[in-house]
């Protein structure tokens, strides 16, 4: 079992839909969890860090950890053409080994 | 605040043939990683360094791949001969503490 899986998709959504995109972690040392946005042909970038269980919000993004049942999740509301990307969300416990999901593709059509 | 450089940024080389990335961190960040990402799959770290030391290299193909961190700042990947199955994404990252953050990457293609 990988320490991190997520549903590759591809995802397709409408302009202005909410999006959820999710992972599940086997690893119950975990306290620490990230949300990357990887455009086409760009490195990931930092979207949201959280630490051990709860809500974190950012403007449209809110990052979601449920450490009872190891679950990570991350929804866009009003969702944007410009937030077509992959998505990885990745864990830690103690910040040496992070452990990354496959990625979830994103599309919201105009 | 500047971000993790790296380059170049595209490189086209024949199979057998040798290849070196450079990676120049943040500023302060003493952990640096080299990750390879295939197409359509989440990044597999190489090697991972804490200031001049490797903390994990598990994962490198020792055969034909080589890291280094001179002084504990830049860093650069070798891969000596290059193989068709060598052909990825190479991202460098850098972290204070829990917080991770990736250069552009640098694309190698093999022929």
């Known amino acids: 079992q990988k320490e991190v899986e997520q549903d590759p998709g591809p995802l397709s959504v409408p302009e202005g839909a909410i999006v959820s995109l999710n992972c599940t972690y086997s690893?119950?040392?975990?306290?620490?969890f990230m949300w990357y946005r990887q455009y086409s042909r760009k490195g990931p970038e930092l979207l949201m860090y959280t630490y051990s269980s709860g809500n974190k919000e950012d403007g449209r993004f809110t990052a979601q950890v449920d450490k009872s049942s190891k679950y990570i999740s991350l929804f866009i509301r009003d969702s944007q053409p410009s937030d077509s990307a992959t998505y990885l969300c990745?864990?830690?416990?103690?910040?040496?080994?992070?452990?990354f999901g496959t990625g979830t593709s994103l599309t919201v059509i105009p | 605040e500047a971000g993790v450089a790296q380059s170049p940024r595209y490189k086209i080389i024949e199979k057998r043939q040798s290849v070196a990335f450079w990676c120049n961190p943040i500023?302060?960040?003493?952990?640096l990683y080299w990750y390879q990402q295939i197409l359509g799959q989440g990044p597999k770290l190489l090697i991972q360094f804490q200031n001049n030391g490797v903390v994990d290299d598990s994962q490198l193909p020792k055969d034909r791949f080589s890291a280094e961190r001179l002084k504990g700042v830049d860093s650069t990947l070798k891969i000596q001969p290059a193989k068709l199955e060598d052909s990825a994404v190479y991202l460098c990252a850098s972290s204070l503490v829990y917080e991770q953050f990736f250069g552009p990457g640098t694309r190698l293609t093999v022929l």
């Open positions: 990745a864990s830690t416990n103690t910040g040496n080994q992070f452990y």
């Open positions: 500023s302060g960040h003493a952990t």
């Open positions: 690893n119950s040392a975990f306290q620490y």
